[in-house]
């Protein structure tokens, strides 16, 4: 495959490309990047894609759920606090947030495919450095760093997006959602297996493994073709579009590749400009909503495993007669999970593929806006069906269903948002999205670990409500892109 050549591009550089670039002759024909995916078609570039691209997934749910099946381990071993067990999954995703809007910034400037391996390099870094811990404080900024490491994961989403003809986009990003579920069943069963052994520290130092493995393959994917073109840099994007159509055995659009006429970058006012501000502005409540209603499923789900809060075993915390010691209100009175556990959690996890059939269908026929209000509005009905009392096999079916729509949800939004953004810009917009989507995870575990242990009604109402809200924002969202092809600037 042709290798997209190396330019150190600055801003007087970029002014002068633009200057020096000459419109093609009247008569010849020329081309977009946009003409040339689609001429080129789907081959056997866009499955090394979705194989390589697709398993930043794998790496990125392994570090994320890593916390889910730590906390009742370093709870006991650091005697923590409810409160101090929720603040380490909220600043792993106060990392994620801060790190999403600059990484995104730099992606847009200096290309997805640079930003997509430093994230890796560094997000493998902090986790193995999280590994030797000496303390809370320690872990809890170590697991931040990685977090705002995870954040650059996005940009293998956005390099798929960017190489995908119109008509699979809406096939092929919701099956990625198939590493994810890869990744979470891969460090659930690894945890059953290191944690009662060798501990939680191994746990995390396997957890690394695929993510520097992946570090070693992404030579083989360019920089995005789109991304070359929009900086002016038209040879490196040519050099990429023709290796792609050897590697699929197609043949390229006749004629010279066309640069737009505009290549100002993305800046964050661009974001509220009036001609985004409404989608913007609704995108990020939806973001939000559906990580606050993700890992409020997943904390929940850890919390109802290591309570053991089932109707009839263990009716909403009821404590023993005489249970009011010190040692029951002691940090250290938890219970660590056991093969049961695990196999709730397993059995929870696989719901995330449950829909995915169902929700390729809405996405491509529906369209992404009332799909991702379907998905939402059930999302609701879900959380408050938690509240039933009924048997653990009633609970497993629920935590089940819930995970396979919050799942939904994700591959939904992602999808709109990589679409409605032009190139120019859709880097910072997956960015800002993904940093409003850390600060619903950051609240999450406040309402699934601290207010579920007050009012656990209450802590469900909350989240139907939030769900409530997105679904009514989907629904409203001024721009369909089902079928539209990516822009590439404003």
């Known amino acids: 495959m042709a290798t997209a050549p190396k330019e150190a591009e600055n801003a007087i550089g970029l002014?002068?490309?633009?200057?020096?670039?000459?419109?093609?002759?009247?008569?010849?024909?020329?081309?977009?990047?946009?003409e040339a995916v689609e001429?080129?078609?789907?081959?056997?570039?866009?499955?090394m894609l979705f194989l390589i691209m697709g398993s930043t997934g794998v790496a990125e749910a392994m570090e994320i759920m890593l916390i889910a099946v730590v906390s009742p381990l370093i709870r006991c071993e650091w005697q923590?606090?409810?409160?101090?067990?929720?603040l380490v999954t909220t600043m792993v995703f106060f990392g994620y947030m801060v790190f999403s809007i600059v990484l995104g910034l730099l992606a847009d400037r200096y290309g997805r495919w640079k930003i997509l391996l430093l994230s890796f390099l560094w997000a493998a870094y902090f986790s193995l450095l999280t590994s030797f811990a000496p303390s809370y404080i320690w872990f809890v900024f170590l697991r931040a760093m990685v977090g705002g490491g995870v954040s650059g994961h996005a940009q293998g989403l956005i390099i798929k997006t960017e190489f995908l003809p119109t008509k699979y986009r809406g096939y092929m990003l919701p099956l990625s959602q198939v590493f994810w579920l890869a990744g979470s069943l891969l460090i659930i069963g690894l945890a059953s297996v290191v944690n009662p052994t060798i501990g939680w520290r191994w746990l995390i130092r396997t957890a690394s493994i695929p993510g520097i493995l992946l570090i070693l393959v992404f030579k083989f994917i360019p920089e995005s073709a789109r991304y070359n073109i929009s900086m002016g840099n038209v040879a490196a994007a040519m050099a990429t579009l023709r290796g792609i159509a050897k590697m699929n055995g197609a043949v390229m659009p006749e004629g010279v590749l066309r640069e737009p006429t505009k290549e100002r970058?993305?800046?964050?006012?661009d974001l509220i400009h009036p001609k985004y501000l409404r989608t913007t502005l609704q995108i990020w409540i939806i973001w939000f909503g559906i990580a606050f209603a993700y890992y409020s499923v997943i904390l929940a789900s850890a919390e109802l495993l290591e309570r053991d809060i089932v109707c009839?075993?263990?009716a909403p915390p009821v404590q023993d007669p005489g249970d009011?010691?010190?040692?029951s209100r002691s940090p250290c009175h938890c219970h660590l999970f056991?093969?049961?556990a695990y196999q709730t959690m397993i059995i929870s996890t696989v719901g995330e593929i449950a829909l995915n059939p169902l929700n390729i269908l809405g996405i491509n026929f529906l369209g992404r806006r009332l799909s991702l209000c379907i998905t939402m509005g059930c999302t609701a009905l879900f959380f408050l069906l938690l509240n039933i009392c009924t048997s653990s096999t009633g609970m497993i079916g629920f935590l089940f269903m819930l995970r396979a729509l919050v799942s939904a949800n994700f591959n939904t939004i992602y999808i709109y948002t990589a679409e409605v953004y032009p190139t120019t810009m859709r880097a910072l917009g997956m960015g800002t999205s993904g940093s409003?989507?850390?600060?619903g995870a950051m609240v999450a575990p406040f309402i699934s670990q601290v207010l579920m242990k007050a009012s656990f009604l209450g802590a469900l109402c909350v989240s139907a409500s939030v769900c409530v809200v997105c679904a009514i924002s989907a629904f409203t969202l001024p721009i369909e892109t089902k079928g539209r092809a990516l822009q590439v600037c404003m």
């Open 436 to 439: 409003l989507c850390r600060v």
């Open 15 to 34: 002014e002068e490309i633009h200057m020096e670039r000459q419109e093609p002759p009247k008569g010849q024909k020329t081309f977009t990047v946009e």
């Open 324 to 327: 009011d010691s010190e040692e």
């Open 338 to 340: 056991g093969p049961a």
């Open 80 to 86: 923590l606090q409810d409160w101090q067990v929720a």
């Open 312 to 314: 009839g075993s263990a």
């Open 265 to 269: 970058r993305g800046r964050f006012k």
């Open 39 to 47: 001429t080129i078609g789907f081959g056997r570039f866009h499955i």
